[in-house]
């Protein structure tokens, strides 16, 4: 383990190197503030609704585009070389590439949600935390699929920006549209109605970690159980995931 | 039970060895399926040896070292490291490895660096403090630990390279072309390790175009061409054998021809 929180280390330390963070954090954080100080009280749902949206579009950016570089640049810059000439196996480059991704969107996210409920709660003066630590959660484990099929696709395609743009068609696919797979199914003729019920079936249902709704209306929060077998299933896929990337990887020759 | 493939039937004290090692890549080329990069290599290093790996572009240097190093795998035949196959990364356990160019994360500083690959081979924290500490000071890269690699001169990331080299006090150093692009004081400097390196009992395994630099500080070269190891042996006995120098010699065996002015 040790060796993959080093791999996975130096990734973080790369990410909070760079600048894309602090801009797209400044980018949400401005834009927050725009909309709370122009915005009346009756607003406040909407301020909301459109603050998560950012908030899930730039995590969604951070996860993909930090993930979906980490192979193809250490290949590029030569990297590579002298990192597995070190007793590291692959498996192990990978799953710290994976754990540095997803943890430093994790923080990213952190960030993200505490600017949020602090200027959430300057409007409504009150904190629903329960609510939103289910939020960040799952918000959390979505990403952690979105990391682990990214690095999968860096493995396949070669050049970051056509998997970057596949993975977030892919995740809002995923997020919005993947729900209704089953009704359109049910509304098709044969060999359609298969077909699009297999990829209902097989596709991360990355709705289900979306917690917007409850936060934007303060619902109360839902069940842990309902949490943790949320984040059983997300972990199911991104180990599927991050498996099919191990062998992948394992087989790749590099020179 | 250990799972670790281990070399049948040990009988020397040879630290790296290749049995008839054969390495064909595929190729685009018309009616070519595959290109033999390596064709039956075999192949021994002793403990305590300086070795030279000899050859000209498109020997089969680079894909020797890249199955020694585990980055492609062998069609056929073996290679490993302290008895143990190098597809195992445990393999790579007592080796230190210096690229031919510098291939760092540039955003790191050399200190970083140095701790980062410590904690691959999982030295206690407190032995890489003192390790670090003693490499910086072997490169003369004290003064620039605390800044990040990329705005290192070339000679000072070659030398961040060596001091990542040594950083598990390895008993068998694989160098590709050590002194390649460095000035002379560079070249000087990268051959006294290597002296002292040798005169610390460690092996030493590296390829070089530098024929003079191998003469003199190597005890045994392989020359490889086409893929194929031409010859092997101690410097003083080919010379002897051949009476030419390693220079004539290496040509004589590539083939070169020298063209009328």
Redesign the interface.
């Known amino acids: 383990m ?2 993959i ?3 996975a ?2 990734v973080f ?2 990410l909070y ?1 760079r600048k894309d963070f602090y801009v797209l954090f400044i980018l949400t954080a401005l834009i927050t503030v725009v909309l709370g100080a122009v915005g009346d009280q009756q607003a406040v749902g909407y301020l909301k609704e459109i603050c998560l949206l950012l908030i899930w579009v730039s995590s969604l950016v951070i996860a993909i585009t930090t993930a979906a570089r980490q192979i193809p640049a250490e290949r590029e ?13 692959r498996a ?1 480059v990978l799953l710290g590439k994976f754990a540095g991704c997803w943890l430093a969107s994790g923080v990213a996210l952190l960030v993200f949600y505490i600017f949020f409920g602090l200027v959430a709660a300057s409007r409504e003066h009150e904190l629903h935390l329960e609510l939103y630590a289910q939020a960040v959660w799952l918000h959390w484990q979505a990403l952690g699929i979105v990391t682990a099929l990214t690095l999968l696709g860096s493995l396949v395609l070669s050049a970051p920006a056509p998997n970057i743009t596949i993975v977030f068609i892919i995740s809002v696919g995923c997020l919005y549209v993947s729900r209704y797979l089953h009704l359109v199914a049910a509304r098709m003729t044969e060999p359609g109605q298969t077909i699009t019920g297999v990829i209902y079936y097989t596709v991360p249902q990355l709705w289900f970690f979306d917690q917007r709704a409850l936060v934007i209306h303060n619902w109360p929060a839902i069940a842990w159980i309902w949490v943790g077998l949320a984040t059983v299933y997300g972990a199911l896929y991104s180990g599927f995931f991050l498996f099919a990337a191990c062998l992948i990887f394992r087989r790749k ?3 | 039970m250990s799972s670790t493939s281990v070399a049948p039937g040990k009988t020397t004290n040879a630290i790296l060895r290749t049995e008839n090692l054969r390495v064909e890549y595929r190729t685009r080329e018309l009616g070519r399926s595959t290109k033999v990069a390596l064709q039956g290599l075999t192949l021994s290093v002793n403990a305590g040896e300086v070795f030279g790996f000899l050859g000209p572009n498109g020997a089969g240097k680079t894909t020797t070292m890249n199955v020694l190093l585990g980055y492609v795998n062998a069609t056929s035949g073996a290679a490993y490291l302290f008895d143990v196959n190098v597809r195992e990364p445990i393999a790579r356990q007592r080796i230190g490895y210096l690229p031919e160019l510098t291939y760092y994360y540039k955003f790191l500083t050399a200190e970083e660096l140095l701790r980062f690959y410590g904690r691959l081979f999982e030295i206690p924290r407190g032995e890489i403090d003192s390790r670090v500490d003693r490499l910086l000071k072997l490169v003369e890269l004290e003064h620039a630990r605390k800044r990040p690699i990329r705005t290192y001169s070339k000679g000072m990331q070659q030398r961040a390279g060596l001091a990542q080299a040594l950083i598990n006090d390895p008993d068998l150093l694989l160098l590709d072309e050590p002194t390649s692009g460095l000035d002379p004081l560079g070249r000087m400097k990268v051959r006294e390790i290597i002296q002292r390196l040798k005169n610390d009992g460690k092996t030493v395994f590296f390829s070089s175009h530098e024929l003079g630099e191998v003469e003199t500080v190597c005890d045994r070269v392989a020359i490889m061409n086409s893929g194929e190891l031409k010859v092997t042996g101690r410097v003083t006995d080919l010379v002897a054998e051949h009476q030419c120098n390693l220079e004539q010699l290496f040509l004589k065996i590539v083939g070169y021809q020298p063209q009328p002015v």
């Not at chain 1, 810059?77 to 196996?89: D, E, H, Q």
């Open positions: 040790s060796k929180f080093a791999v280390g130096v330390m790369e190197r810059s030569r990297t590579i070389f002298p990192l597995l000439a070190k007793p590291v196996s192990q020759a590099l020179n």
